[in-house]
């Protein structure tokens, strides 16, 4: 054999599946999507209120599944009912209340470094539509409160010509958007959302020296401290 | 690459971890979290419960506030309502809000028609059985050429809306206005206002019997899902906004963060709020598009932070990831390597 | 007029009144709504502040 030859490489498979299995397992092996640790750095509180936001999410979907089995009415006349509903309009506060400040901890930290923009912008994304999320739920109720919203909000949609497709007087399709449509676009995001996670880590810190190579030489009788090989810039 | 390219294009030499790793059970501090998040809720269920004011009707409408219910329906019938003068997508009698040349409110159409005259007067009148006198004052209206109809309308009109100017004003109500307190019946002292009367009190009997709230619901099909005919109709009146007075949901309460009651609402409409409480959105006639569109800008460059210079370095500046990370730096492990 | 309905069932605390509000210059926001934001200020506070268990883990953990 010369030197230098590379084995040949295997043909690309002519398998849809097996390309898409073989992308998937490159992307997120098993003990990358679900690994048993993480980097010792990961160690604040302000890294549970990404955990939390998904915790709230899914009370949010098992307390609106309950609501949605037994009907847009039942919650009026029953004591079980309202209870439910007060389970899950709680859990939408709590749920943006985890997102909020789980959106704070990662501006501070700039966890878009790295490579990590879309990471970023997925979580941008969810919050931006969880918003109308909430306001399909809200316009919704079948009380005052959605008689009020819906007669405000119609004003600003119309203005952007948005209303002329999706009109929050319409009970049927503002129902259908907040129980089926905008739920999946909420669970799909937060699904890419985390598998970019997995794929990119969770993001280092800042490096502390990088500040010192940037500050003006001064000169120093102190011995020369050693540089660390191929370390960072 | 041009400079702008190189301006946006993330700027920082982040090297992937190559330091240590730490037992962390994900499942387990996810099911943890579900069960702190489930218990949380139902606590706060238990402890305040959450609000379910019931939902208005024309017919509570017209019997609270019978005149005016009146005042609005005679404002729907001579076309001068919000509604009527509204716009798409429900009509062609205005261009509608505009911001400099965009005018996207009325390039979308017309996608919900309402002539305010017919659905939310004339049809429903129309069901009333067993009232000749009603279905002559139709008649009359409807053969009547449309300047006519106008000159009725707005004579009805006016000495209504001279009352409802009074009542805003707080000052002595003209008596051209009268409320019977026993029949509940408006009598409005106008001249040359042809059937409108009639129509209008046909009306008011109609809404309080709740057959308004049924026609205007049901007007096209059996099944109906879609309350916009009724809902414009009440929010041309004074019903909805009185209560949203008392429960601080108007604009200028910041109304669109707020819940009924003493319940948080949608704190988180916060930026969007503020804008209508300041020039020059505060007195402009298109503040709703000039608020979204610098909401949707603003929107846009919040999802496109890790490319905006100044923003994307702020973090590195204000280092509150100090604290965040104050143990791996007090550990040693200072780089990537993590010697 | 303001019929609440049958809205509070077994609730501890009655929230079903009109909610006062904190008015400072043009800013007008309900009690309810503000108490969250500042509970949401000291909850992110407190969450870079306060330590996080398993540090002898990390200080021997595995790499």
Redesign the interface.
């Known amino acids: 054999m010369s030197a230098g030859a590379s084995p040949p490489k295997p043909p690309r498979p002519s398998s849809w599946t097996v390309r898409v299995r073989e992308a998937g397992v490159a992307a997120l092996p098993p003990e990358k999507l679900l690994p048993d ?1 993480q980097p ?1 750095y990961v ?7 990404g955990v939390a936001s998904i915790a709230s999410l899914v009370v949010i979907v098992a307390s609106g599944s309950i609501l949605a089995l037994k009907g847009p009415a039942w919650w ?2 029953t ?1 079980v009912g ?2 439910f509903n007060s389970i899950h309009m709680w859990a939408v ?1 709590l749920f943006f ?1 985890v997102m ?2 789980h959106l ?2 990662k501006y501070w930290m700039a966890a878009w470094r790295g490579g990590r923009a879309r990471v970023w912008m997925t979580g941008a994304v969810t919050f931006l539509v969880a918003v109308p999320t909430a306001l399909t739920g809200y316009v919704s109720q079948q ?1 005052f409160d959605a008689q009020w919203i819906s007669t405000q909000a119609k004003d600003g949609l119309n203005s952007v010509g948005v209303g002329a497709f999706f009109n929050v007087t319409n009970f049927g399709q503002m129902y259908s958007y907040h129980v089926l449509l905008l739920p999946l676009a909420v669970v799909g995001l937060v699904a890419a959302h985390v598998l970019l996670v997995r794929n990119h880590g969770v993001v280092p810190p800042f490096e502390l020296d990088k500040r010192a190579a940037f500050a003006p030489a001064k000169p120093s009788t102190d011995p020369p401290a050693a540089t660390p090989a191929g370390g960072h810039l | 690459m041009s400079r702008l390219g190189a301006l946006l294009r993330p700027q920082d030499d982040t090297q992937p971890w190559k ?5 962390y059970d994900l499942v387990k501090e996810a099911s943890i979290a579900v069960g702190v998040i489930a218990l949380l809720a139902i606590l706060l269920s ?4 959450s ?4 939902p208005s009707t024309i017919a509570q409408w017209s019997r ?1 506030l019978p005149v005016n219910f009146v005042t609005a329906a005679a404002t729907e019938l001579d076309g001068t309502s919000g509604t009527a003068g509204y716009g798409p997508p429900y009509n062609h009698n205005s261009k509608g809000v505009h911001a400099a040349f965009l005018y996207p409110q009325k390039w979308l159409g017309v996608s919900h028609p309402i002539n305010t005259a017919n659905d939310f007067v004339i049809d429903p009148l129309k069901t009333v059985p067993n009232d000749p006198a009603l279905q002559s004052a139709l008649a009359q209206y409807q053969a009547a050429p449309p300047a006519t109809q106008k000159a009725w309308g707005e004579a009805y009109a006016k000495p209504l809306e001279e009352y409802a100017a009074a009542q805003e004003e707080e000052k002595p109500l003209p008596k051209t206005v009268a409320l019977d307190p026993t029949t509940g019946a408006v009598t409005v002292q106008a001249s040359d206002t042809g059937p409108v009367a009639t129509m209008m009190a046909g009306l008011l009997s109609l809404a309080k019997s709740g057959g308004l709230d049924g026609s205007l619901l049901t007007s096209s099909q059996f099944f109906q899902t879609d309350y916009t005919k009724p809902l414009l109709f009440m929010a041309d009146g004074g019903l909805l906004e ?2 949203a007075d ?3 949901l108007l604009g ?3 109304g669109m ?9 949608q ?1 988180w409409l ?1 930026l969007y709020s503020l804008w209508y ?2 020039e020059p959105f505060k007195e402009s006639e298109n503040a709703d598009i000039l608020v979204l569109l610098l909401m949707s800008v603003l929107s846009l460059a919040f999802i496109c932070v890790p490319f905006i210079p100044g923003v994307r370095s702020l973090p590195r500046k204000i280092p ?1 990831y100090r ?2 990370w104050r ?1 791996h730096y007090s ?1 040693g492990a200072s780089d990537t390597t ?1 010697r | ?13 009655n ?7 904190v008015d400072w210059h ?8 503000v ?3 500042a ?2 200020l000291v ?2 506070v ?5 330590p ?1 268990p ?2 002898a ?3 021997g ?3």
């Not at chain 2, 609000?51 to 019931?54: H, I, L, M, S, V």
């Not at chain 3, 929230?15 to 509000?21: E, K, Y």
């Open positions: 640790g010792t160690a604040s509180w302000i890294y549970v209120f009026h006349y004591g309202h209870f506060e209340f909020v400040v704070w901890g009380n | 330091g240590r790793y730490a037992p238990i402890l305040f419960s609000p379910d004011d019931r609270q009185e209560r008392a429960q601080h200028e309460q910041w963060m707020n819940e009924t009651g003493s319940y948080p609402g704190a916060w409480q300041v509150i604290l965040i143990e550990s993590g | 007029m303001n019929s609440a309905g049958a809205a509070v069932i077994g609730a501890v605390f929230l079903n009144h009109p909610a006062h509000t043009f800013i007008h926001m309900s009690v309810a709504n108490v969250v934001i509970l949401m909850v992110f407190l969450a870079l502040l306060l996080f398993g540090a883990g990390r200080r953990g595995k790499s």
